[in-house]
């Protein structure tokens, strides 16, 4: 029975979902109307910009993580283990912080060029408006360069290097050995970290929105919030939705071919290629580069926004309303990460412990942790508006269910389940996978079953998991923008909604706080991270 009510929870987290495909079966001759509408007017240009932003995004991750990878795992040169680690610190830069710390920095009235003007008497504008479609990709690629970075050096640590001694003993020259040898290597990791860094693209709206980018993501909020029209909302979001499906497809396919055979291990150092003087300065000024842009310079512009305003402005009113959205946060992602650790630790248990390989109650648990794991790659813009179209199909027959979830604190946590139980469970059960079956087998043969098996064997050993697992949840939350933005209470900002609120109004002094407290918190899971490497 447990079994069952465990798959009917992940079936209702996965309603978002459902009733955004479900819409189409609503359709009338009126609805029919307006997405032939659609295709004729805003569909093609939503599309096309969509596109060119993916086209970008994928060319710039692919070469720019791709190169830092090899550059780090394939080379061997001094300060390379700075780099190592370093290189993953954009990860904690969401990219709409980026994008109001690079706009504050580089337009007319900016610094850059105001200093410029001055030095060298220049008039007008030097260069045409950041908030632009290059603009937005240089901001993605910058930001999340890292997926493709950590995963193509994960495939070639360790492995590359041996083959790449053998080849060199064989004639090869360092061009052919990177080239032919190294690089197929990682040619699964590649693709597989080019698509995590697009579904992040497509489920953008803060810089989208910023930018005055006609992407799916801010024409679905466009249709809901200005023109309030439902159905197209809901189509849009199913567009956006099948394109995010492909891109999961083609990531877990990738992940799928990822082979790895046992090689003799290397020294140190071995089978790396040593650079000295020119060349390893070179290496160093082209890690630099996706590292300057994509942390330090935004957050040295957001400090300086910070004590700009601190010196000269008001201080008093962005305080009160930056602990207001900081307790908000808190509090929020507390609860959010609370509540997802317990679907993963009850879905991961129930995996574990249900008897019978390939039975009924096995098949049920694993269709639940697949439609909950669905829910990290679907936007928050799908999510939002897959939550609220029930409601207005049912505020005729249940009006009390609108006030339970539209605008509170219960709608919301919500979202985040559907959003990020996905990240929990999949850390939950990583941790499983290292906890053999045999302990299993010994302490039923003590007489532990059930839930006591769990208490006294599962949980003590989990316990770093499932800290990791609330941690990277927590986080997750703390960023979360589209679905906080249409969701949240009357006159209860988060930060991501306070730092976009005010970023939008041209405050962006006002907006520095709150955007460089996320970017603080998004350090601790690259801290985190960079542990397990160390680790490792």
């Known amino acids: 029975m ?84 370093a290189l993953l610190l954009p990860m904690a830069m969401p990219a709409y912080v980026a994008a109001y710390a690079y706009t504050d920095a580089l337009q007319f009235s900016g ?38 970075y950590l995963l193509t050096r994960t495939a070639l640590a360790e492995r590359a290097a041996p083959l790449m001694e053998a080849a060199r003993l064989l004639g090869a020259s360092l061009p052919r050995r990177v080239l032919e040898v190294a690089m197929p290597l990682a040619r699964p990791a590649l693709a597989a970290g080019v698509m995590l860094a697009l579904m992040e693209t497509l489920a953008d709206y803060g810089v989208g929105s910023y930018f005055g980018l006609s992407t799916l993501s801010t024409g679905i909020y466009k249709a809901w919030l200005v023109q309030n029209d439902r159905f197209a909302a809901a189509q849009l979001a199913s567009v956006l939705l099948a394109v995010v499906v492909l891109c999961l497809v083609a990531e877990r396919r990738a992940q799928a071919r990822l082979r790895f055979a046992q090689v003799r291990a290397a020294a140190p150092g071995g089978g790396r290629q040593p650079l000295h003087g020119a060349f390893a300065l070179l290496a160093h000024l082209l890690l630099a580069v996706p590292l300057l842009l994509g942390f330090v310079l935004p957050v040295l512009v957001l400090l300086r926004m910070v004590w700009l305003e601190a010196k000269y402005g008001e201080l008093e009113q962005p305080w009160v309303r930056f602990f207001d959205a900081a307790g908000n946060s808190l509090q929020l992602a507390l609860l959010g990460a609370l509540l997802t650790l317990l679907v993963a630790l009850l879905l991961s248990a129930a995996q574990r412990l249900s008897p ?109 998991s499932a800290l990791a697992a609330a941690l990277l949840v927590f986080v997750d939350v703390m960023k979360e923008l589209p679905a906080t933005l249409v969701l949240r209470p009357f006159d209860s900002d988060t930060l991501a909604v306070s730092a976009y609120q005010l970023a939008r109004d041209e405050r962006l002094a006002e907006a520095a706080l709150p955007a460089l407290a996320i970017v603080l918190v998004g350090l601790l899971p690259v801290l985190l991270l960079w542990r397990a490497m160390r680790l490792r």
Do not use: K
Request: hydrophobic fraction near 55%.
């Open 2 to 85: 447990a079994i069952w009510l465990l798959f009917f929870f992940a079936l209702a987290l996965a309603l978002p979902v459902l009733s955004v495909l479900g819409a189409w079966l609503a359709l009338d001759a009126t609805a029919w109307a307006q997405w032939q509408h659609l295709l004729d007017t805003v569909l093609p240009g939503y599309a096309a910009q969509t596109a060119l932003l993916a086209l970008g995004v994928g060319l710039g991750t692919l070469v720019v993580g791709g190169a830092s990878a090899a550059l780090v795992s394939l080379f061997e040169f001094r300060g390379r283990r700075f780099w190592d680690v």
């Open 111 to 148: 610094p850059l060029q105001t200093a410029l003007r001055e030095t060298y008497g220049w008039q007008g504008a030097l260069w045409g408006d950041v908030r632009s479609l290059p603009g937005a990709v240089v901001l993605f690629v910058a930001c999340l360069y890292p997926y493709v």
């Open 356 to 464: 019978g390989r390939g039975g009924v109650r096995q098949r049920a648990v694993a269709a639940a942790n697949a439609l909950v794991g669905l829910g990290y790659a679907v936007p928050g813009a799908v999510i939002a508006i897959g939550l609220l179209l029930p409601l207005v199909w049912l505020r005729d027959f249940w009006p009390g269910l609108t006030v339970w979830i539209t605008g509170t604190v219960a709608g919301l946590l919500m979202a985040y389940m559907v959003r990020f139980s996905g990240v929990a469970l999949q850390t939950v059960q990583s941790g499983y996978a290292r906890v053999p079956l045999t302990l299993d087998d010994s302490a039923r043969l003590l007489g532990l079953t059930g839930g006591r098996l769990w208490w006294s064997v599962h949980r003590p050993l989990l316990q770093r």
